[in-house]
Nanobody, 111 residues
Framework: VQLAESGGGLVRPGGSLRLSCAASGFNFGDYAMSWARQAPGKAHEWIAGIKGDGSDVWYGDSVRGRVTISRDNGKNTMYLQITKMAPEETAVYFC?????WGQGTQVTVSS
């Protein structure tokens, strides 16, 4: 299993970002996938998940209403769209499948 996140960077407060997770080494469409984040000095926080065929999604309370998770099984890629970002959401964002995690992509929310 290999997972590679991209799309992080600097975002202004109130701004939006779209993250990508490219997957390889397994039958991507057979597995539910998730996004999590880790802010400096804090534990990992699960924020969203999506069923293998994309037919069901789940969101954490802290992001519900501002986040959209999606996937393109033809491209073996999962996405996370985040809107109305706040400085406290500065974190490394990860995609994961069970115990397999990507290297993460840094998102910094600052003016």
């Amino acid at each position: 299993v290999q997972l590679a996140e991209s799309g992080g960077g600097l975002v202004r407060p109130g701004g939006s970002l779209r993250l990508s997770c490219a997957a390889s080494g397994f039958n991507f469409g057979d597995y539910a996938m998730s996004w999590a984040r880790q802010a400096p000095g804090k534990a990992h926080e699960w924020i969203a998940g999506i069923k293998g065929d994309g037919s069901d999604v789940w969101y954490g309370d802290s992001v519900r209403g501002r986040v959209t998770i999606s996937r393109d099984n033809g491209k073996n890629t999962m996405y996370l769209q985040i809107t109305k970002m706040a400085p406290e959401e500065t974190a490394v964002y990860f995609c994961f499948l069970g115990g397999s995690w990507g290297q993460g992509t840094q998102v910094t929310v600052s003016s």
